[in-house]
């Protein structure tokens, strides 16, 4: 079931109208069983692998809290590892690493016969995968007490607006909501249906707007202009950030419905003044689960300078791979890892001391120079991330550099106008917050309302393609 579809609109309905004339002892199972029920839309069968991650971390953490010795506590914390890490990686990974093998073998002239599994990928998988090891690892840790209720934390694996692509959230946030009675202020359901509408501008009126040009770039790239395919990498950039952003923030927007807060995934990361600051504003519910569960433990920048850049080259190549079974994301990981290691040797740290208003604004324009030099690596490295293989991501580059086709002003006046949608939609949050149409008046916010919302319901309902979400491949 997509957000983006009629039939989600539906089954929201339905359920915020039995949720609100729930007490609240029941609403928590409402919403544990809306959830599965929203997940068995793409394939029943796969709810199974939910209620296996669930069962093993439940018990994997219940004994790891209460064991006496440290070898004690490794072994539930092993079990729950090896169990989720195997179920990801046999699923994602198998057809992967078996062709590159493969491949390798072929190479030396050795005969190696290959083996395809027919398997369809779980919708969401590594995101739960992610959320429901972050549980045992912070009780293992000492940083969490498990929860004493199988049922929520059930609900906190499978609950269903961040299910499939985040934000990826932490026991220690989440279950403490589901533990208690939840109220829903005004205040709560404004800003939901802020997130909401913002939500559905980003993914339904420009993401989904876009995708036909970036899909017929990325597919006739030998036959366009230089200027073309610099154009079809530019709106890859907005497809990708408005289409994931979008989703995030109608996730954020549906919990707040039912009165829960999840964190945020997105702050406006195109504005950002280096590669750094760059990851602190991109998914950032994933950089900071790579950064607390991977490059800490593997020692962080507590080893001195070359053991620094190791790990962030791991944790961003891992980070890579996780998005997806190819080497076109490995690439893609190991770039930005490179950039982050080139930061640290050469680059000088900015830090915009004010958090909002007039002076962040200042604060952008003064450092413009190097939001756009960031970008623009941001932009190259996306075109690891949409390319089918290496190969393409090379000949596509080499094109786009080759000056093939002339000056067009046409699409550089497009570009233009696609800098100031970005600008339209991003930089009053950027200077304000995300909150900002809250502080408008009612006579100018209600007939923002109407128009943004008509026109999202208009071609929801006329969409010929249901689009997904770029991340649910993920």
Known sequence: MLFNSSQFIIFISIVLGIYYLLPHKRRN???????????????????????????????????????????????????????????????????????????????????????????????????????????????????????????????????????????????????????????????????????????YVKKVLISDQIAGSVEYTFSSWQALSSLELFKGLVLFSVQIYFDFSGYSDIARGTAKLFGVELMQNFRQPYFAVNIVEFWHRWHISLSTWLRDYLYIPLGGNRKGGVRTYYNLMVTMLLGGLWHGANWTFVAWGGLHGLSLVVYKLFGKQKKCEVDCGIGRLRYLVRNSHFVVFTYLLVLVTWLLFRSPDIAVAGGYFVRMLSFAGGWDWSIVRFLVMIFLVVCLVDLPAYVSDEYYLERLPIYIRIPIFIVLGSLVLLLLFQQNIDRAFIYFQF
């Open 29 to 199: 199972l409402l919403l544990l069983i809306a959830s599965y029920i929203f997940y068995a839309f793409w394939n029943w069968k796969f709810c199974s692998l939910i209620a296996l991650s669930t069962v093993v971390d439940f018990v994997c953490g219940k004994y790891i809290y209460e064991a006496e010795s440290s070898i004690r506590r490794r072994v539930p914390l092993i079990i729950s590892l090896v169990v989720n890490l195997s179920l990801l990686g046999f699923l994602k990974y198998f057809n992967f690493f078996e062709n590159s093998f493969s491949e390798l073998f072929s190479m030396v002239g050795i005969n190696f016969s290959s083996y395809t599994l027919k398997v369809i990928l779980p919708v969401g998988i590594s995101f739960y995968t992610f959320q429901t090891l972050s549980y045992t690892l912070d009780i293992y840790r000492g940083q969490l007490k498990p929860t004493k209720s199988f049922w929520t934390f059930a609900l906190y694996v499978s609950f269903f607006p961040q299910l499939v692509a985040g934000p990826i959230e932490r026991a220690r946030n989440l279950l403490p909501q589901f533990e208690n009675d939840r109220a829903i202020t005004r205040k709560m359901l404004s800003q939901a249906l802020i997130l909401i509408l913002t939500g």
